[in-house]
């Protein structure tokens, strides 16, 4: 079974920053897929950014420049570097690590930008 844990939310004005981290535990895999998607109310979940454990990168064109995702294959970690935020990130971030041929997702954490 795999758990993964994330930390790093919380409310930020626009213009700041915050980092995301997502910590798996497990039965992990060498080959795998890490990242964060992301869901505001009223609308689907959607990509932000992934990244392989090759550190192959997929990231969503409205966060590019702006977020940067990364990973710590050692310690099974993921990270998502947030700057510039506008109100419009606002939304609950879920972790989610592939690893054929299954998908896992956190619990989510709650990122706000508001003045």
């Known amino acids: 079974q795999v758990q993964l844990v994330e930390s790093g939310g919380g409310l930020v004005q626009p213009g700041g920053s915050l980092r995301l981290s997502c910590a798996a535990s497990g039965n992990i895999l060498s080959i795998n897929r890490m990242g964060w998607y992301r869901q505001a109310p009223g609308k689907q979940r959607e990509l932000v950014a992934t990244i392989t454990s090759a550190g192959r990168i997929n990231a969503a064109d409205s966060v590019k420049g702006r977020f940067t995702i990364s990973r710590d294959n050692a310690k099974n970690t993921v990270y998502l570097q947030m700057n510039s935020l506008k109100p419009e990130d606002t939304a609950v971030y879920y972790c989610?690590?592939?690893?054929?041929?299954?998908?896992?997702w956190g619990q989510g954490t709650q990122v706000t930008v508001s003045s």
């Open positions: 989610y690590l592939a690893q054929s041929p299954a998908v896992y």
